[in-house]
């Protein structure tokens, strides 16, 4: 409420500095622009419109005012508003197009910013949308932008107004189906089904704990934050184990057994209340190790104890449903530190980073923040569009992840846990509620300017892999006839496995189970059966979500690839090579 309020007189202030003096110098682009605004943000409420900043504008006939032009055509709400920004950006570019047209050319073109366009697109935003928009648009943002700030566009929805899930909430496969026959309002046709057999999900394993992520709830979110990993539960010390604790749910700690075993209750997917873990597997929340009675046969343990959680690996799938790609990255990022706007270096340390949307687009693709720093990121690419670590040099490492079915994966991963439908947010997670029309129509919602249909259609599924600085798409279409794809890819010799998935009465991004793996310059060939490659020396190689294992021990590792729309792919990496082409 504070930052609202904060951002509301301040607004008032420059509005009342701008336009209280009604002399337009368009040399002076902070005061004009701001002047703009006020009079786009009048029109909104009704007020008496005054346009002679914008002829001011266009008598200057500087082109540095096309972004904030384009920025208010966008925003505009009345007649006369749109009628002279569009005149204005006619005379200032000798060209007649709407706002779109405009919007796609200035991207093409790259074109030049003023000086303090950073401050009036945070501005513009807070204006017309939400006062959070501005702490991403601090002053001196454009200066160390990795892209030109005219190309973020707003995306219909406030900060963070499609929540991202944090450490949701994961079941066994059995609770899943109590769950789908509990929502009953979620049923689909009658199939209460949670997962329904042949949905999509995003599927990861890592160190042996698959999880999975149905397309229905994350088409809803669009990003999850998480931890995976898990440690093993015994049913007394020194005992038999009986599930694997996952990561990163807390759990109290109430007792230990000597030095070595510490008696933990908590809520994990397939697993009692309480149990036995050892001491070295439990991350203490707060307190280092704390002093805790030591439970003898008989004895009673704490009530309420202190707080502890399994170690693993954090990570984020960022799935931008505009352009079909759900890219999973690592996000701990080592010795993270940047240099502030005003110079001063800081030192971030070992860092974990989680992830929100930013309400805004760049091409149709998402644009997230971290809320670490309030860095704006580029969800396709992994690597930071605009704020403070634009200049810092990292770049998000992807993961492996498929979309597959979930009765394939569940097949292949009976320990598997799911997503629950309880996220704790109030959403339609019926199968097809969400994006349904948008991902079985051809066409865009948002422009995209940098897009090539001459051999492939903007929402064909391509496979999309990035090595040693070399991109690579690998149309469905192409590859799950040949279902064994030998290529390279830089300087990486790798095998690409396709599986079909089954078709529905509605389509997501998917269409194929794709999983890609280094072959050390092996050749592989279909096995006898799904799970078993055969390589060109005649030894069998057992396919894991990992990595190939050959019968001797030999393991190539699996490669982070994912799945994209051809446009949202293209759109960033235009020089990409084609397979099959």
């Not at 005054?50 to 266009?58: I, K, L, M, N, T």
């Not at 060209?95 to 000086?115: H, Q, R, S, T, V």
């Not at 865009?444 to 940098?450: A, E, G, R, T, V």
Request: glycine share 10%.
């Amino acid at each position: 409420m504070k930052r609202v309020l904060g951002f509301i007189l301040a607004l008032c202030l420059l509005l009342a500095q701008a336009v209280g003096a009604l002399d337009y110098d368009a040399k002076n682009y902070r005061k004009t622009m701001i002047q703009m605004l006020g009079a786009a943000f009048d029109a909104t409420r009704g007020r008496l419109v005054d346009v002679a900043v914008f002829e001011a504008v266009a008598a200057s006939g500087d082109p540095l005012y096309l972004a904030p032009l384009i920025d208010i055509a966008y925003f505009g709400r009345s007649a006369e508003i749109d009628r002279a920004v569009i005149e204005t950006l006619n005379s200032l570019t000798g060209e007649n197009m709407g706002w779109k047209g405009y919007f796609e050319w200035a991207g093409a073109n790259d074109i030049a910013l003023p000086p303090h366009y950073d401050e009036f697109k945070g501005q513009l935003l807070a204006s017309f949308v939400d006062p959070e928009f501005t702490r991403f648009f601090a002053p001196g943002v454009a200066e160390s932008a990795a892209v030109n700030l005219v190309e973020a566009v707003w995306g219909g929805v406030t900060v963070d107004g499609i929540p991202s899930l944090v450490n949701a909430r994961q079941i066994s496969p059995k609770a899943a189906i109590d769950e789908g026959f509990q929502q009953v309002d979620f049923c689909r046709e009658d199939d209460c089904s949670y997962p329904a057999a042949d949905e999509l999900v995003f599927g990861l394993s890592f160190n042996g704990d698959s999880r999975a992520y149905p397309l229905r709830l994350l088409n809803w979110h669009e990003m999850f934050n998480d931890v995976i990993g898990w440690a093993p539960l015994f049913d007394e010390p020194d005992g038999g184990q009986v599930c694997n604790f996952r990561a990163p749910t807390p759990f109290e700690v109430r007792a230990r057994s000597g030095a070595d075993w510490l008696l933990v209750y908590g809520r994990s997917a397939d697993c009692p209340r309480s149990g036995w873990m050892r001491s070295g597997d439990v991350v203490w929340i707060g307190d280092d190790a704390p002093e805790l009675p030591d439970l003898e046969i008989g004895g009673e343990a704490l009530s309420v104890g202190h707080r502890g959680r399994v170690d693993g690996r954090p990570v984020l799938l960022a799935y931008c449903t505009l352009c079909g790609a759900g890219v999973l990255y690592d996000v701990s990022i080592p010795d993270l530190a940047y240099r502030s706007a005003a110079g001063i270096v800081v030192d971030m340390g070992d860092s974990v980073l989680e992830f929100g949307s930013t309400g805004m687009l760049m091409r149709s693709n998402k644009l997230m923040y971290d809320r670490n720093t309030d860095t704006v990121w580029n969800a396709i690419t992994g690597e930071p569009a605009f704020g403070p670590l634009a200049a810092s040099g990292v770049v998000l490492d992807v993961l492996p992840v498929v979309v597959t079915d979930w009765s394939s994966w569940l097949e292949a991963h009976p320990d598997t846990s799911v997503l629950s439908l309880e996220t704790g947010f109030l959403r339609n997670y019926t199968n097809g509620a969400a994006y349904s029309d948008y991902f079985n129509s051809a066409e865009l919602m948002f422009p995209s300017w940098q897009q090539d249909t001459a051999a492939i259609q903007n929402k064909e599924m391509v496979f999309a892999l990035r090595l040693q600085g070399q991109a690579k798409a690998y149309p469905l279409a192409t590859i799950i006839p040949e279902r064994i794809v030998n290529d390279r890819v830089g300087q990486t010799d790798l095998v690409i496995i396709a599986e079909a998935t089954p078709e529905r009465d509605f389509f997501e991004p998917g269409g194929a189970a794709v999983r890609a793996y280094e072959s050390g310059g092996l050749v592989f060939s279909a096995g006898d059966d799904s799970l078993t490659l055969v390589s060109a020396d005649g030894r069998n190689w057992r396919i894991s979500e990992s990595a190939l294992l050959a019968e001797d021990g030999e393991r190539r590792e699996r490669i982070g690839g994912h799945l994209a729309f051809w446009f949202g792919w293209f759109g960033f990496y235009p020089d990409t090579l084609v397979y099959g082409e």
